[in-house]
């Protein structure tokens, strides 16, 4: 029998992902097919499973640079036992600290965080984190450490929810630390005892939230959060607990199905109907914050924000006035806010006036998403008719888009987004038919992946070759969801088409063009993706770049200002375009940081 850990160090920690990342993708399912609000979504499964990959992602990261670093004493040939010492007693360099990887896991789960499920779980991880990495060089922790961890992993996440509501992951992580506090032994007792507890709590969450009585399931993230537990128990005894002990269906349905129970079919068995999953109430909550009332936000908006704490305070007051959901985790400078808005926008702007957000995401929830009257009166989510979704390159342009009801990827300059972040999006819009707009040019295989991976889900998808967030701004303006599929992907395709496209940069060395040569700094004006200006002045640049475009024609201007920007440039191209070309309009966005100085379209 392979020997088991009393104790927890980098080792364990790193066993303890790999187990509950296995869990949650055999849990994954079962635990979205019992998502009933606040947005019947069926994502919650998937949220903490992506959450927690990219947890276990930062831990290896961890230990594959501990290994760079410690090569050549690891190729000497010192061996370590148990404990980590080498037969001299002296500490052999054979695996991180137990602080680093604690920290490691909740700095990946804060940034990879998704959904409210996934942002509760990275801060119950960084609570962990905070008392198992109080003392930098400790090699392991014992069980009262554990103990005292659990406790104040529940605490932070509690305090993390703007409006916590019992019945949720926050009950069960609660329950699972009161039950580790009155547990005596080694870490496999804390961890076994934090399970139970964990357990019996699932179990009465329907007694706690009338609508997952009604919807006969117990909480979704609270699933979830016992599958990570229950990984932790596996990695200290080397035994899985029994999978039928772990409860997911309640009404007539056996408490304690396990994660191979089919769950539309045993909802059905229970007399349950198979929407079942997709329902909600309205004043009721899951994952710890507060549900949705009917006509509820119409925007679920997720980013990182670096931002001092006195900063963050003022934004969660901010937020919280303008819509429901809030949950903000994080500390130490770095940040991870969840809301749900019907002003996308401000939600963006609230976090640009704290400080620097991004990786924003934005959703639509979109008609029907949770407010649509099913059997008995109780709202069933259904999959929209059609849905457009866009990558956008900065904060602006992701609030200017999710306004016109756009599912939204945001680009971050140097980071273009891979196809599984695009495939994700086509999920998220939950919809029939789906509108691809890459928006830019170097995207268009990624998207192209995207979109035939999408087609093996039962997604129509059409994927319209935008090469620039300002062809996409013209796409969407003539986007009309009641036409025929075929006729609105025409119509989107031939405004793109018609839009020419120019931006403005900074070039970064000395390069040959096709309007010269180039020297660090000079300011580069590219139209349809070739560099056709070369000038010192921005400003300059830009009207010389945007009389070359208009000399074939146009109708319509459009402006996307960077932060780089000067605040007069708008100003000025709006006179120039009024002064010299009386039939054209021109309107002005904020981009944020979107890499370019300045974006120009020409319809």
């Known amino acids: 029998m392979p020997q088991v850990p009393h104790t927890l160090d980098a080792l364990v920690v790193r066993a303890w992902c790999g187990l509950a990342l296995e869990a949650l993708g055999r849990a994954r399912e079962e635990i979205d097919a019992i998502n009933v609000y606040p947005v019947a979504d069926g994502d919650t499964g998937t949220n903490l ?5 990219s947890a276990a992602a930062a831990v290896e990261a961890v230990f594959a640079a501990h290994a760079a670093v410690s090569g050549e004493q690891e190729a000497s040939g010192g061996q370590e036992d148990s404990a980590g010492q080498g037969a001299s007693g002296g500490q052999v360099a054979q695996r991180p600290a137990l602080a680093d990887t604690m920290r490691a896991m909740a700095h990946g789960a804060l940034i990879g965080a998704r959904g409210n499920s996934g942002t509760i779980l990275a801060q119950l ?17 014992d069980g009262p450490a554990l103990r005292l961890a659990l406790r104040h992993a529940a605490d932070a996440a509690r305090q993390a929810v703007a409006h916590p509501v019992e019945g949720t992951v926050l009950t069960v992580a609660s329950a699972a630390a009161d039950a580790a506090s009155g547990a005596e032994g080694d870490c496999g007792a804390v961890a076994r005892a934090a399970y139970e507890g964990a357990r019996a709590a699932l179990a009465a969450t329907p007694g706690q939230l009338a609508v997952l009585k009604r919807a006969g399931v117990v909480d979704a993230g609270g699933r979830g959060l016992v599958a990570v537990l229950a990984a932790l128990v596996e990695t200290f005894t080397g035994e899985a607990p029994a999978a039928g002990a772990v ?13 191979d129970t089919q769950a539309p079919h045993a909802r059905v068995q229970a007399g349950v ?15 710890g914050a507060p549900a949705l009332e009917e006509g509820g936000p119409a925007f679920e908006v997720i980013y990182l924000l670096e931002a001092e704490d006195a900063a963050v305070v003022r934004l969660r007051e901010r937020l919280d006035s303008l819509g429901d959901s809030l949950v903000v985790v994080g500390g130490d400078g770095l940040w991870n806010v969840h ?9 963006v702007e609230a976090g640009v006036e704290a400080g620097r957000p991004y990786r924003i995401r934005i959703t639509h929830f979109g008609l029907g998403d949770a407010h649509t009257a099913g059997a008995a009166g109780r709202p069933v989510r259904e999959r929209a008719a059609r849905a457009v979704v866009a990558v956008v390159p900065g ?13 939204i990827v945001l680009a971050r300059p140097g980071e273009p987004p891979a196809s599984g972040e695009l495939v994700e999006a086509v999920r998220r819009a939950h919809a029939r038919e789906v509108v691809l707009l890459p928006n830019d040019a170097e995207l268009r295989h990624t998207a192209a992946a995207a979109a035939e991976q999408a087609r093996t889900e039962g997604v129509r998808v059409a994927l319209i070759p935008t090469r620039s967030a300002v062809q996409g701004i013209a796409a969407l303006a ?3 969801p009641e036409r025929r599929f075929d006729e609105d992907v025409v119509a989107m395709t031939s405004a793109a088409g018609a ?5 403005l940069a900074v070039a970064e060395r000395q390069s040959w063009t096709m309007a010269g040569i180039c020297q660090a700094g000079d300011i580069l004006g590219l139209i349809d993706g070739d560099v056709a200006v070369i000038g010192s002045d921005i400003t300059a640049t830009a009207e010389t770049v945007l009389n070359r475009m208009l000399a074939a024609g146009g109708e319509m201007v459009t402006l996307v200002l960077g932060d780089d920007a000067p605040d007069t440039i708008a100003g000025h191209l709006e006179s120039r375009v009024r002064e010299s070309y009386m039939a054209v309009d021109t309107v002005v966005y904020q981009g944020g940081r979107q890499g370019a100085l300045l974006l120009i379209g020409v319809e």
Do not use: F, N, W
């Open 125 to 141: 991880l960084r609570g962990m984190a905070q008392v198992l990495a109080a003392k930098s060089d400790a090699i392991h922790a």
């Open 49 to 53: 499973y992506l959450t927690v990959e």
């Open 499 to 503: 839009t020419r496209y120019a931006e």
């Open 339 to 347: 809301v749900h808005v019907d002003d996308a926008g401000a939600a």
């Open 273 to 287: 109907p198979e929407s079942v999953g997709d329902m909600s109430d309205a004043g009721e909550c899951v994952d």
């Open 478 to 480: 003539v986007h009309e």
């Open 395 to 407: 904060e602006g342009l992701a609030g200017l888009y999710a306004g016109a009801g756009a599912t």
């Open 247 to 259: 409860p997911v269906l309640v009404g007539h349905a056996r408490v304690g199905a396990g994660p």
